[in-house]
């Protein structure tokens, strides 16, 4: 379940994405700090102003605290001014009840004294003497004057009495005053500031004062000149740091002035320092270090040369342009090597790929190293050659970040983009590419043990390799994280290609540079999460340059399938020339010329049948596939009975001389092709499915059932198998009793030319196919090519052994050809030969029984 929805996840993700790029009408602006684009414009952010901005231009922080835009935070609280916002916080000597420091709007003001009510600036009694007090006939409750009963009562802190009348004195607040409405009889101070008059300028921010307050410019801005700083007709201007040099920038950056502040940024060519950020007025940058790469050793070519020194050059006008146009302009100067290679067509594919290997690290390398130059936000670029740039750089913190464009799209989490770098800001970025595919044409492609033991399991026949083809962009990935080579968390991509071919299968592969500088596809730690119309999300636990390949599997080795074609083919003709052999040349017939001459027929129809339908190009077993393997089943079992017949010749001919004949014909007809009826019935009645296979028209394997025809082979190799150890025996004794002066070395010879030739007729061949369990394991491959060669030329060693080799079938040939080409068949060199044999009628046979 994890991985469909963690593709969910994506989908979603790159929904959202796409809707906002709609949404922004395909802006490729690089916009300030502070700002977005939409329709093709830059728009500051909310907190910032101006409204519209060009891309030299800067958005400038909105000071809420002040007029126009005075934030009304309510009673005994004071409006704090911050980047891109505010907030209201308790003036001295007062909290909110909720216990927090912050607010942000006046309903939310609940400040009240801490301690007891004071005036700002002085001391005010905290009590007065408990004497009864009546108030003055005319004077209503809450108002600024109160009679005071004793006459002796002293007047309060910022208060003024009139008195004694009628035996009672008045006494009034002070201006700027007023008794509290509750409590102890006190003058507290008024707050002029928060009676919502606006007394002060709106340049200006108003500070209350014990009785009075004052006008007071904010950080940033100075008096007009003509004015002062602090009465209430106080007009203030802003004060430009950079131009009049107060700034605190450090010389490796420039003063770029803001409302009521300044800002430090580096100058171009040059990257924040570790532990600073691009922007604040402390930054110190450092110039970023070009990297300086040569050609990889043994390669030679004047276009990768001039392509490092286009690259130096742009190095060079560093120094005064922006990092965001040397990176287009170095993505442009790539897609020139791309396209037009000139003479790195030249060399060999090997080196090819060295240079392609190369230059993949190469780009990495290079806009790692731009992109620290970038300010934080984000770049997209597609040049006209369709390649895509995707960059976005920005301080370092947690959750997930996407970045990709049409080609390709790709989702990891901050942690791993900036791992352990000690930076203030990460960058990641993705280069995607159409133009590589020639660079990488035939690469190899590595398939790991795990993916040959799936596919092996899936089309029940082993894999000897796959050969790829580039369906995609190539995309390079790079990050801040240099350590690629395990993430702490997976990156998902989603890749966009061309669609794929029937019969083939889609793979996320990686391009791996091994030990020698070379490259070639892997598939290692990537896997693929599933494939839509022309797209496949893969995921991967590390990162390199990526790409979507159409995998074509190699099920057979090459060299045992043109060895099978080529020998079969050989042996159809020799079979075909035996069976005229056997029919026509009368000299040679016998019981066994009989058993030769249906062994042939059998193993002429199975090698045609085999030739012709043994593949299942389609894939489903149908009636074609199954008549092919009923038919390859039972040819060659026949094949296997009149083997097992041309054992019981030989066994009665060589051992029991004088005991009988061998079978009659009609017998000989009758088990050599009822038998193998008989098994296929059977076979077929118990399991008819079981004939045809999704790879091959022969017998399943599965439940067994190819051991209806292992089993009758077993049982007929065994059987002949001791019939020709005991031939053999019986043979070299025949020939010691014979003539017992024979030479050894022409003894040797010709037991080993009978031997042969009956190890073939006998089909002990076969028995090395038995011994086959592991296709994988190297012996198994040995006895895999010799299985193959022996009985793929089964046919033409029988014609050798057994006509070639045969005086008889030769003279026979020879009459053949004269009357083929006209000539007279000399009648002397017949009687001359039949001289010659009856010479030596007294010396053994060399060409077998």
């Known amino acids: 379940m994890e991985a469909p929805r963690l593709l ?67 009673p005994f609280a004071d409006c704090k001014n911050t980047v891109g916002s505010y907030y209201c916080e308790c003036s001295p000597g007062y909290k909110l009840k909720t216990g927090a420091t912050k607010f942000m709007n006046l309903s939310e003001n609940t400040c009240h004294e801490t301690t007891t009510p004071a005036t700002l600036g002085s001391a005010v009694p905290t009590n007065f003497p408990e004497v009864p007090v009546t108030m003055d006939p005319r004077t209503q409750a809450g108002s600024s004057g109160r009679r005071i009963e004793d006459v002796n009562q002293p007047t309060q802190d910022h208060s003024t009495c009139q008195g004694p009348s ?34 002060c300028h709106n340049t200006t921010h108003c500070i209350n004062t014990a009785g009075s307050f004052q006008c007071k410019c904010r950080r940033g801005w100075k008096p007009v000149p003509g004015s002062r700083d602090g009465p209430p007709d106080t007009i203030c201007e802003e004060v430009d740091e950079c131009a009049t040099g107060q700034h605190e920038c450090h010389n490796s950056t420039t003063c770029v002035n803001s409302v009521g502040s300044y800002r430090c940024r580096c100058r171009p060519g040059w990257k924040p320092m570790p532990g600073f950020r691009n922007g604040p007025k402390n930054t110190t940058c450092q110039e ?33 342009q922006a990092a965001e146009q040397i990176i287009k302009k170095f993505v442009g100067v790539v897609d020139g090597l791309l396209e037009a290679p000139g003479d790195i067509k030249n060399l060999s594919q090997r080196d090819t790929h060295r240079v392609a290997t190369w230059l993949l690290s190469y780009l990495e390398h290079i806009l790692r190293s731009l992109a620290q130059a970038l300010p934080e936000g984000s770049l997209t670029y597609s040049s006209p050659s369709g390649t895509e740039l995707s960059l976005v750089v920005k301080e370092s913190g947690s959750g997930n970040v996407t970045a990709g464009q049409g080609h390709a799209r790709m989702l990891l989490d901050w942690a791993v983009v900036a791992g352990a770098e000690d930076s203030s800001h990460a960058v990641v970025g993705m280069l995607s590419s159409q133009h590589m595919e020639k660079w990488l044409a035939n690469a190899s492609l590595a398939l790991e043990p ?74 290692t730690g990537c896997r693929r999460l599933g494939s839509g119309k022309n797209s496949t999300t893969c995921q991967c636990n590390h990162l390199s340059s ?29 079979l075909l020339l035996c069976i005229i052999t056997f029919l026509l040349v009368r ?113 399943d394997p599965k439940r067994g059932f190819l051991w209806s025809f292992l089993g009758p082979l077993t049982f007929v190799i065994l059987c002949n198998a001791i019939i020709f150890v005991v031939t053999v025996w019986k043979l070299t004794e025949k020939f010691s009793e014979i003539n017992p002066d024979m030479k050894k070395l022409r003894k040797a010879r010709v037991v080993t030319i009978t031997a042969v030739a ?70 002397f060199a017949s009687s001359t030969g039949s001289t010659s044999q009856q010479t030596r009628a007294l010396r053994p046979s060399e060409s077998g029984i």
């Open 8 to 74: 969910l996840v994506l989908c979603v993700l790159l929904s959202l994405s796409e809707a906002r790029e709609q949404n922004n009408m395909g802006c490729t602006l690089r916009c300030p700090d502070n700002s977005t684009c939409f329709n093709n414009s830059c728009v500051c952010k909310a907190g910032f102003s101006p409204e519209h901005i060009s891309i030299t231009d800067s958005c400038d922080d909105i000071n809420e605290c002040v007029p126009p835009n005075s934030v009304n935070c309510g």
């Open 166 to 199: 009628e035996g009672k004195s008045i006494c009034n607040c002070s201006p700027g005053f007023k008794f509290t409405p509750e409590g102890p009889r006190q003058c507290t101070d008024v707050n002029e500031c928060m009676s919502g008059q606006k007394p």
């Open 288 to 320: 970023i270090p070009f990297p300086v790469w040569r050609l990889p050793s043994g390669i030679s070519s004047k276009n990768l040369s001039a392509f490092l020194d286009k690259v130096q050059g742009l190095s060079r006008d560093l120094k005064s």
């Open 450 to 523: 795990e993916k040959l033991v799936q596919l092996t399991e899936a089309k029940e026949r082993p894999v000897h390799g796959a050969r790829a083809t580039l369906l995609s962009a190539v995309n390079s990935v790079f990050l801040s994280n240099t350590n690629t080579d395990k993430l702490a968390s997976p990156v998902t991509f989603a890749f966009s290609h061309r669609p794929e071919e029937p019969g083939t299968e889609l793979i996320c592969a990686f391009w791996k540079n091994d030990s020698s500088g070379n490259g070639h596809w892997a598939t």
């Open 546 to 574: 990526f790409a979507v390949l159409m995998a074509h599997y190699q099920l057979e080795d090459w060299k045992l399938t043109l060895i099978t074609k080529v020998g079969l083919s050989v042996s159809l003709i020799c």
């Open 587 to 699: 000299p040679i017939q016998s019981s066994r010329t009989t058993v030769h001459l249906h062994l042939c027929i059998c193993l002429f129809v199975g090698s045609t049948v085999f030739l012709a339908g043994i593949e299942n190009e389609g894939g489903e077993v149908g009636l074609r596939c199954r008549l092919v393997a009923g038919l390859l089943h039972y040819f060659f079992l026949a094949a296997f009975c009149w083997m097992s017949l041309e054992g019981v010749e030989l066994y009665f001919l060589v051992v029991r001389v004088f005991q009988g004949q061998g079978l009659a014909t009609r017998w000989q007809c009758l088990i050599g092709y009822g038998v193998p009826l008989i098994i296929v019935a059977i076979s077929a009645a118990a399991n008819s499915s079981g004939y045809g296979h999704t790879a091959h028209c022969w017998l």
């Open 758 to 827: 009956q190890l073939f007729v006998l089909g002990c061949t076969w028995g090395f196919g038995l011994f086959l369990f592991s296709p994988e394991s190297w012996h198994d491959t040995v006895l895999t090519y010799v299985f193959t060669v022996l009985n793929c030329l089964q046919g033409t060693f029988l014609f050798l052994l057994h006509c070639l080799l045969n005086k008889k079938v030769r003279a026979e040939y020879r009459k053949w050809a004269c009357a083929v080409t006209g000539n007279k068949y000399s009648e």
